[in-house]
Nanobody
Framework: QLQACGGGLVQAGGSMRLSCVAS???????MGWYRQASGKQRELVAR???????NYADSVKGRFSISRDNAKNTVYLQMNSLKPVDTAVYYC??????????WGQGTQVTVSS
């Protein structure tokens, strides 16, 4: 089970941090954040491996930062310089070694212009 929090309304140029807590150990899992804007497909925002390697969507590089705290079973997404196009429902994802994906319930992020 994944519990995401931290979404809300922010003005363009502002910052926001999302958190996602897993019910079990995430030490061997890839953790990631995806988003789905209204009328669009879900897309990868950022992902972090168990070893700490990261990759980002081109649209968020230099603005967003993903990190993890394995001791707290938590993954974070720091979002800076937010734009209206970042408005979406953000989903936490856990990809385990067996190939199964787990999803959080989603948290709405709205960036006003």
């Amino acid at each position: 089970q994944l519990q995401a929090c931290g979404g809300g309304l922010v003005q363009a140029g502002g910052s926001m941090r999302l958190s996602c807590v897993a019910s079990g150990s995430v030490i061997f899992s890839f953790m990631g954040w995806y988003r789905q804007a209204s009328g669009k497909q879900r897309e990868l925002v950022a992902r972090i491996s168990s070893g700490g390697s990261t990759n980002y969507a081109d649209s968020v590089k230099g603005r967003f930062s993903i990190s993890r705290d394995n001791a707290k079973n938590t993954v974070y997404l720091q979002m800076n310089s937010l734009k209206p196009v970042d408005t979406a429902v953000y989903y936490c994802n856990r990809h385990v070694m067996s190939g199964v994906d787990y999803w959080g319930q989603g948290t709405q992020v709205t960036v006003s212009s």
